[in-house]
């Protein structure tokens, strides 16, 4: 089973459309991890799960999402409601109590894929406006593959292709 996440495309809508088109149909739920910079009814969150950025002004974007289905439970929230960019002491104490696998979140524009507190953090990292050591990509997505006893996460960049050296796995 297989989950997408996109984060920071701060007004890319084509680039989004190009990935909604690409894996609509190919994966589980597609989540947008905010600063689309567009508004909330935009027919491209009819596909994808959003919540609100520090650049979104519609107040009709969630905060946050608790996404839960058979195969995986997931905690989605930007990152600036919890002063993401300083360091994730604020979200840690968040998602203590939740009875999730995995969290994911955008914000700082640095991809990352990483277990915190027996979690699996997931930034896609932006897809438009990346920082950080792989900024040289260009812009990064992620695809979260779940199976019996691993969380396979692996980045793509902006021409749908798998960054081989991106590629990481985690027990479950
Ligand atoms: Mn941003």
């Known amino acids: 089973m297989d989950y997408l996440f996109v984060s920071d495309a701060h007004g890319d809508r084509a680039v989004l459309g190009k990935i909604v088109t690409a894996y609509q149909n190919k ?57 993401t960019e300083l360091n994730l002491n604020q979200i840690r104490q968040k998602v203590s109590t939740l009875n999730i696998e995995v969290v994911t979140l955008g914000h700082t524009h640095q991809l990352g894929a990483e277990v915190i507190d027996n979690k699996l953090f997931i930034n896609p990292g932006s897809i438009a406006l990346p920082k ?31 960054v081989p050296e991106l590629q990481f796995s985690f027990p479950r």
């Open 27 to 83: 994966v589980h739920a597609i989540f947008y991890n905010g600063d689309s910079e567009l508004p909330a009814d935009d027919e491209l969150f009819n596909t994808m799960l959003p919540v609100i950025g520090n650049m979104d002004f519609d107040a009709m974007f969630p905060d946050d999402r608790q996404y839960h289905d058979a195969t995986i439970d997931i905690y989605q929230t930007h990152g600036h409601l919890y002063q």
């Open 132 to 162: 950080g050591p792989y900024a040289y990509i260009g812009g990064t997505f992620a695809i979260l593959t779940v199976t019996a006893d691993t969380l396979q996460v692996q980045f793509y960049n902006r021409d749908l292709r798998a």
